[in-house]
């Protein structure tokens, strides 16, 4: 499998990351290059092997419903590049 | 006369305790250690003041003898563990000013026990890399002089380009490289794929990954979940097993972490390794392996038959499949973990037209090349009509590959023994411009490890032809690092103790 | 007569709509979220509080700093259990938590953490019922729980839309039915029964107002007993009236654009309740691709059958069985059954009033004249001003004949706006039936002596009768016992 400049507009665009057309040409080469490394596991005899879901057999712990730890909006808000009123800004989103 | 920050930290300990030196003095003595150091850039934020009050504090446990574990002991941070009020950016442009409001679990139980934070280090952005070339605050240079250079020549690449120095490894270059010039007694570091033990090995210092789940990853910037773990890089066996000691520990706030007591690492240290069954996997004699590292491995093996331990051949089948795999789970994992970073509660911001152009130009900006590539191929392998084919068979592939541990152990082998890394220490700019994968090639030996959730430990055994360190790694059962620590102080004792570069930087 | 039907084929052909070139059926499943009741949230320790000041109720991990992690709330697991037990559905011992991932401003870890392929609750069903005389099943494809996202106010600023976290990680359970629905009407009634089973469980308050029940109603249409047509997808309907006339006008208008001979797009639609229609959500630029895969943060979720069974052994009568209890044990017709168990507290008020009395009656008071005193005032059975004691102390009283059904009717409405004790209250005001023969002979006689024309027309047609009765009631001021005054007339009248 290889990946055209049309693919690798649309990943930038799912990962949100901006590329420039200038950039496309090469951002295909570099990730043809991971894919063809990758390329050898398709040759592995994969048997009835489970995907893993957990590294470690262990099972997972839960937490107690109690109400705890509230950062408070000053430090929820305090790195934020942009806040008012402590809610956090953004571009106007229309639905 | 020894100077203070040549102590190994165990020393370092037992003369706060006899009351030879105080805490303040180590602390002023690693902080002006420091700063004459500041070119080869290992440290990112410094926090002398922050230092010298936690010494104070030590000075008057240890009046009062209320003394911790790691009482006095200076040590470096990671940059990827977050630190409270204090610069914690995973040396990414996109998390600039970051300063949270949190400790990670990890650093939290070092400062429990007594132990004072020298400052943050550097590290490749988002532990990505093997070089500490992506950092954003520029490579580290390692403190090993390169084959042949004086130190003249080496002091004018320093102020220069930097060109034809070495790299300290990746990515915990600032903690390795920290470590061997002396400007921690030990450092806080991660290990995603090798990020603990390649520069461990190419800066002669010692490395352990605990198994998956022994330390928290509470408070520390995910790279892939399913593979980080925290571990110490220090100078000794012991002194990593002093430092497990205090990292490692049950924490309710990670769900993946292990609930069973933390051993006092350092009874293992000296420990008879008699009868103890190593196995040697050759799967692991690689193509085009250098004939130096061949031999580092007999030597190895020749020191632990020597000390009394069995070695048996082994088979690890599923070796070769190891890091092509990890360079699809770690990627896919990490393009979701980095996905909140969107310039909305944290960070950069760069403005956009709209809410998605922001995203875009924030994240283009915020993030480096290497970083960026790595989200691009994990959000591509996850992507509809991919996932199966690269994900879901990547991680089937983990499944064999941990299943060849577990047949390896089921038969009696107690640990297992192979080289760290497939070459020394290589300079500045030298790989992977061109073809990262070149550069993926640096991981080849420790990244199985991670995929199988097993610790592995990297131990320092001998030098290059070129006069840089070369070092053996041993991988043990689960929750096991108590062997590895016998077996890799048996391996430093059999070595001799590596002798570290004089400072020809200040 | 009670009718279940469980396949399309089985529908009766009322449900059929009627179009210019011939009759259509309505095809609708739902996507219910359901905010789980709990303290904290589904993977942090902040509260679950309603309201609250912008982004005070929001932990670290809320907020997706960097290097949080995800821990998960026992109860929050309990009770999508509870409810999978409520819904006669299959408990998966092992489910897997998958991140679901997409950017949006008030998605702060950029995915949201929910159960794709392996969900804590798999296949059950649901016994609506669309009329008190015909029930319906409607299967249930599977439960999930998953994080509710935080909020976005867009009116406070021209440029700017405003975030709020304090939702961002709340539990919620994504109920999905199978495509079993066939009307608005069997759609409400799915979506209020499913309401009253999650209220009896008390694993969601229910509350649409406030956001605890949401609906995405997915619409077709198809000519009966054809292929399923092309499906379209009404998000957040936040009312069970709004959803009724949101699968009308969504149905009407894709009959309409069939009918036409267009197709439909599968697509995403909003429901607006003020102008009555559906309209298409700005089209997305591209196709959503949420890379799913399982949440590396977390383990597979486990537990054993015996902690499944002892949330089952602790679980409230549900529902169908209590109306079928009412109406064995209490004789009730599935009618009154049925709105007495709507609510757990109003059939906890009704067995109140109903214990060692005569139950029919005290069904007939709920129902009757309590329920649609409270559906007039706007109240609800917690906050009713007349106590199941009262009420029950009222009926007694009608019961041992110390008043009359008429006398009664006052007697409530005076417990109702003063409160009281009925029993005092019927002594103090004089309330009392008269049953002192002496003083109704003496009404009767008078009655008889006034109006000899009226005896001699009784005489001949009995049915007079109740002339007579109607007047001495009047001169008793309604307190004479009926019986006795009958008795005495027919006597008198020798009739």
Not at chain 2, 277 to 294: H, S, T
Not at chain 2, 419 to 437: N, Q, W
Not at chain 3, 203 to 232: F, H, I, K, W, Y
């Amino acid at each position: 499998m290889s990946v055209d400049q049309a693919n690798v507009r649309r990943i930038a665009r799912l990962a949100r990351i901006a590329v420039r057309d200038e950039e496309l040409p090469h951002l295909a080469q570099e990730l043809n290059a991971m894919l063809a490394f990758v390329e050898e596991l398709n040759a592995v005899d994969l048997g009835n092997a489970e995907p893993m879901t957990s590294v470690l057999p262990m099972q997972m712990k839960m937490r107690q419903d109690v109400v705890g730890d509230h950062a408070g909006p000053e430090i929820v808000t305090g790195n934020a590049p942009i806040s008012e009123d402590h809610f956090f800004l953004v571009p106007k989103v229309i639905e | 006369m020894t100077q203070p920050v040549d102590l190994t930290l165990a020393q370092a300990r037992d003369a706060l305790h006899a009351g030879k030196i105080s805490a303040v003095e180590l602390t002023k003595a690693h902080l002006a250690a420091m700063e004459k150091a500041s070119a080869l850039n290992c440290y990112v934020a410094t926090t002398p003041d922050q230092a010298l009050a936690m010494a104070q504090r030590s000075d008057a446990r240890f009046a009062s003898k209320d003394a911790g574990p790691l009482e006095g002991i200076p040590l470096g941070i990671k940059d990827l563990y977050a630190t409270k009020g204090v610069h914690t950016q995973a040396c990414s442009h996109i998390l600039d000013g970051f300063k949270p409001d949190y400790e990670s679990t990890v650093t939290s139980h070092l400062w429990r026990d007594g132990a004072i934070m020298l400052g943050k280090l550097n590290m490749d952005e988002f532990a990505m890399g093997s070089s500490n070339e992506t950092s954003y605050y520029g490579p580290v240079v390692s403190p090993w002089l390169p084959n042949g250079w004086t130190q003249d020549q080496a002091r004018k690449a320093l102020s220069g380009d930097k060109k034809g120095l070495l790299v300290p490894g990746g990515s915990s270059g600032g903690s390795a490289a920290a470590v061997a010039a002396r400007l921690c007694l030990g450092a806080t570091a991660t290990d995603t794929g090798g990020s603990i033990r390649q520069p461990a090995a190419f800066t002669g210092t010692v490395g352990i990954k605990p198994t998956y789940g022994r330390c928290s990853r509470w408070g520390i910037v995910a790279f892939a979940s399913s593979l980080d773990q925290a571990g110490p890089i220090a100078r000794t066996v012991q002194d990593c097993a002093i430092m497990l000691r205090s990292m490692a520990g049950h924490d309710p706030r990670d769900a993946t972490s292990f609930d069973a007591p933390v051993p006092d690492y350092e009874k293992s240290v000296g420990a008879s390794i008699r009868g103890k069954k190593i196995g040697i996997p050759r799967e692991y004699r690689i193509e085009g392996m250098p004939a130096e590292i061949d031999r580092l491995w007999n030597q190895g093996i020749d020191w632990l038959r020597a000390a009394g331990a069995e070695i048996v051949d082994i088979s690890l089948p599923h070796t070769r499949t190891a890091l092509p795999a990890y360079y699809i789970v770690a990627p896919a994992e990490a393009s979701s973990n980095l996905a909140r970073y969107d310039g909305v509660r944290y960070g950069l911001r760069v403005p956009g037209k709209d809410i998605t152009d922001m995203y875009e130009q924030t994240r283009a900006k915020g993030f480096g090349k290497e970083v960026r590539r790595r989200i691009m191929i994990g959000t591509y392998v996850l992507s509809a009509g991919y996932y199966d084919a690269y994900y879901v068979r990547a991680q089937k592939i983990r499944t064999l590959i941990k299943r060849d541990f577990e047949l390896a152990y089921a038969n009696g082998v107690d640990a297992i023994l192979t080289p760290a890394t497939p070459s020394a220490a290589f300079g500045i700019g030298e790989k992977g411009s061109a073809d990262p994968v070149e550069m993926y090639l640096n991981d080849v030996f420790t990244v199985t490890v991670n995929m199988a959730g097993l610790p592995g430990l990297a131990v320092p055994a001998g030098l290059s032809s070129g006069g840089l360190p070369l070092s053996l790694q041993l991988i043990g059962r689960p929750f096991d690092e108590e062997t590895l620590f016998s077996i890799a102080e048996v391996i430093e004792r059999s070595a001799g103790q590596i002798q570290l570069p004089k400072p020809w930087w200040e | 007569m009670t009718t279940q039907t469980k396949s399309s084929e089985a529908n009766k052909p009322s449900k059929l709509i009627k179009g210019a070139t011939g009759d259509w059926e309505i095809v609708v499943g739902m996507e219910i979220h359901a905010q789980v009741s709990s303290q904290s949230k589904l993977f942090s320790a902040a509260s679950t509080e309603f309201g609250g000041a912008p982004n005070a109720h929001v932990s670290l991990v809320d907020a997706a700093m960097p290097g949080m992690l995800p821990v998960i709330n026992a109860e929050c697991v309990a009770q999508a259990i509870r409810t999978g037990l409520g819904l006669k559905a299959k408990i998966n011992n092992r489910s897997v938590f998958d991140r679901k991932n997409y950017f949006y401003p008030d998605l702060p870890q950029g995915y949201q953490i929910s159960q794709f392929k392996h969900p804590i609750v798999g296949e059950g069903e649901v016994v609506v019922d669309v009329t008190p005389t015909e029930q319906i099943i409607v299967g249930i494809e599977r439960l999930h729980l998953e994080q509710d996202a935080g909020k976005s106010l867009h009116d406070q600023s021209p440029t700017d839309s405003f975030v709020d976290l304090n939702r961002s990680g709340v539990a919620l359970m994504e109920i999905v039915s199978k495509p079993d629905i066939r009307s608005a009407e069997e759609a409400r009634a799915y979506v209020t029964k499913l309401r009253t089973i999650l209220r009896y469980l008390g694993t969601c308050d229910g509350n649409m107002e406030q956001g605890s029940l949401r609906a995405d109603v997915n619409v077709s249409v198809r000519r009966p007993g054809g292929p399923l047509g092309t499906r379209c997808e009404i998000k957040n309907v936040n009312s069970i009236r709004f959803i009724g006339q949101a699968v009308d006008v969504e149905a009407r208008r894709q009959i309409g654009i069939l009918e036409d001979g267009g197709k439909i797009d599968q697509e995403t639609r909003l429901f607006d309740p003020a102008k009555g229609e559906t309209r298409s959500m700005r089209s997305k630029e591209e196709a959503h691709d949420y890379r799913y895969f399982p949440d590396p943060d977390l383990l597979p979720l486990e537990f054993d059958q015996a902690y499944v069974d002892q949330l089952a052994s602790h679980l409230p009568e549900l529902p169908d069985d209590k109306r079928s209890r009412f109406m064995r044990d209490y004789g009730l017709t599935g009618y009154d059954a049925g709105v007495l168990v709507m609510e757990r507290a109003s059939a906890d008020y009704y067995e109140a009033v109903a214990k060692g009395r005569d139950a029919k009656l005290a069904a007939n008071w709920v129902i009757n004249e309590l329920f649609g005193r409270l559906n007039k005032e706007g109240l609800d059975i917690e906050t009713s001003p007349v106590s199941a004691q009262q009420l029950g102390a009222i009926i007694d009283l009608i019961s041992d004949g110390t008043i009359s059904g008429k006398i009664a009717k006052d007697l409530f409405e005076i417990v109702w706006s003063e409160g009281g004790d009925p029993l005092a209250l019927v002594e103090a005001r004089g309330m009392k039936q008269v049953t002192d023969t002496g003083a109704i002979e003496a009404a009767v006689e008078a009655i008889i002596a006034a109006n000899p024309d009226k005896v001699a027309q009784a005489q001949a047609k009995p049915t007079m009768l109740g002339w007579f009765v109607g007047q001495v009631m009047k001169q008793t001021g309604g307190k004479a016992n009926p019986q006795a005054v009958n008795d005495l007339l027919k006597a008198k009248l020798g009739i």
